[in-house]
């Protein structure tokens, strides 16, 4: 029998920027596209990052054929290990430079065994069951990214991934129009498409235009030259290798993941390196400044990377001062203008001149805007249409943009993370809606922070933390010394002894109660708890604060 529908499940990425993942199945087959973490927002109470809650997705376990990684950004592979980890087995299929990014991964996990890890190059195909892939080549702001082209029994439906427009990209393939338009031409059942810069009206810069902004300013500049950008933008370290190779420049790179993924690129053959112009960090000194580029991380005002503690001068071999370039290469993801701008005032307080975005053409983004997303539209003509990729209100808008471009308004879906939607020839509905879509993760080791975790780093964090140690005789149950209190994170030095004298008073009050009954032969087992409640209520009276309180009874 003819399968008549394609389910499409998305685990993340649909209603936030980051932790992309979706799934494509129909009644025998499935494949997983990408599967990212998401680092924003959740920068708070030590939580890393997120990731998809795997439990839905095991269910679907033996029908996943393959997972394929569309480019190398962490929002699209940076939880691949922990899918595996979970008990996800299929290949792994991606780009070469993807390929490499993946690898260097599973390695850290030492889970490069698990599955295998296929290349494949712009027009590649893989027939999955009743599934057929083809892999397209777009341009990004990451090398080697893919569309993918999925033929199922009920039509073509066309995956973006992360994509833009560029006709002159520094490296790599350019965007396949031919592939787009003969697709459709041929008729495209649905086309998901990125929605991040669906509110910019102008189109994006070329990296040709970069390039040249970026020679003009290294030509011009008096002191160092330092370049912020994320290091997974090869293409531009690129063209930052090459203009410093004219000029007769040094580089110099800083950060873990810029060197690694520097090492890739040459692995990949997209960075040629002249040896003898790359430089040790820690030999910056040597050389003239007007002579030396400096290659950062810390575009995003993370603040332990390489830039944060080059502009709070606490950077071992790198400082910075007046007449010095600092250029952040980069855009700003949603929800890190607070730290990027901090660190920009720093970087300026340092005296050296600063160029961003917003005041200098040192960057483009990744991703189409408005009229090239319409472009696609026009040129796919899709029967349905789903925006994928950006926050609530991007989808929105793209869902708007796709009906004024001619797809008919009951066949554009706006869905969001976890709503599983049931595509046939001719209509679609939601079927399933998905909960507790996320999990919070400490580190690399996966350790997951549970609500409970996060409740009570919330409360330490806010509240403060109140300890009271008391010794006990064990079989006696007699208390042996006086009660100490101890208070972290909530008292001001000025109030801090007379308030923990009071408090101590407290818990003296409760153990006179307790010794009373202990004469009547009763070791009373709640006064733990009748610590816990009276401190809390003594410190909520006194200064409007309920500190977690922690009593420890030391039976001796
Ligand atoms: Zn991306």
Not at 129 to 140: A, I, Q, R
């Amino acid at each position: 029998m003819m399968a008549s529908k394609v389910t499409i499940t998305p685990y993340g990425g649909l209603g936030e920027i980051g932790m992309n993942c979706m799934l494509i199945e129909t009644d025998s087959s499935a494949i997983l596209i990408d599967c990212g973490l998401m680092f924003s927002e959740l920068d708070h109470f030590g939580v890393e990052f997120a990731i998809p809650n795997f439990t839905h997705l095991l269910r679907k376990k033996d029908k996943i054929r393959a997972i394929f990684a569309t480019h190398g950004h962490e929002d699209h592979i940076g939880a691949l290990s922990f899918a595996l980890k979970a008990g996800i087995r299929a290949p792994i299929y991606a780009s070469q430079f993807t390929s490499l990014m993946v690898r260097e991964r599973l390695k850290e996990t030492g889970l490069e065994e698990v599955v295998p890890l296929r290349v494949l190059h712009s027009g590649g195909t893989v027939e999955l069951g009743d599934l057929k892939v083809t892999t397209v080549s777009v341009n990004h702001s990451i090398i080697d990214s893919f569309s993918l082209f999925i033929d199922t029994p009920i039509g073509k439906i066309i995956h973006t991934g992360d994509f833009k427009l560029d006709a002159s990209p520094y490296f790599g393939d350019v965007f396949e129009w031919d592939m787009f338009k003969k697709a459709g031409d041929e008729g495209v059942l649905l086309l998901l498409s990125d929605s991040t810069n669906v509110e910019r009206e102008n189109h994006g810069l070329q990296d040709t235009a970069i390039s040249e902004r970026l020679e003009e300013l290294f030509q011009t500049a008096r002191g160092m030259i330092l370049v912020s950008l994320f290091s997974s933008n090869v293409g531009r370290m690129a063209n930052i290798f090459k203009l410093a190779n004219k000029m007769g420049k040094k580089i110099a790179l800083t950060g873990r993941s810029m060197e690694q993924n520097v090492r890739l690129a040459q692995e990949r053959g997209a960075i040629t390196l002249d040896t003898s112009n790359v430089i040790d960090i820690k030999e910056v000194d040597r050389y003239d400044r007007n002579q030396v580029i400096v290659l950062s991380t810390g575009c995003q005002g993370e603040p332990r990377s390489a830039l944060n503690r080059i502009a709070h001068a606490e950077h071992a071999h790198v400082s910075i001062g007046p007449d010095d370039l600092v250029i952040l290469s980069s855009s700003q993801i949603p929800g890190n203008e607070v730290p990027i701008s901090k660190l920009t005032n720093e970087l300026f307080r340092r005296g050296a001149d600063v160029l961003y975005d917003a005041i200098e053409d040192v960057h483009t983004s990744g991703h189409a805007t408005r009229p090239e997303l319409k472009k696609l539209i026009e040129i796919v003509k899709p029967k349905f249409f789903i925006p994928i990729h950006g926050e609530f209100r991007h989808l929105i808008l793209h869902a708007r943009l796709a009906a004024e471009t001619g797809v008919a308004e009951q066949n554009v879906c706006v869905i969001q993370n976890g709503e599983v939607l049931e595509l046939h020839p001719d209509h679609y509905q939601i079927v399933e809606e998905i909960e507790e879509l996320r999990v919070l993760v400490d580190g690399r080791e996966g350790v997951e922070v549970t609500k409970d975790i996060l409740r009570d780093r919330r409360r330490l964090a806010e509240m403060g933390v109140v300890f009271c140690l008391i010794a006990r005789e064990k079989d006696s149950g007699k208390i042996l010394t006086k009660p100490e209190v101890l208070a972290k994170g909530l008292i001001n030095e000025s109030l801090e002894g007379y308030m923990i004298e009071e408090a101590v008073k407290v818990v003296e009050g409760l153990i006179s109660r307790y010794t009373k009954e202990l004469k009547h032969g009763v070791i009373d087992p709640a006064l733990a708890e009748n610590i816990r409640i009276d401190l809390r209520r003594f410190f909520d009276r006194n200064i409007g604060k309920k500190p977690t309180v922690v009593p420890m009874i030391l039976d001796v």
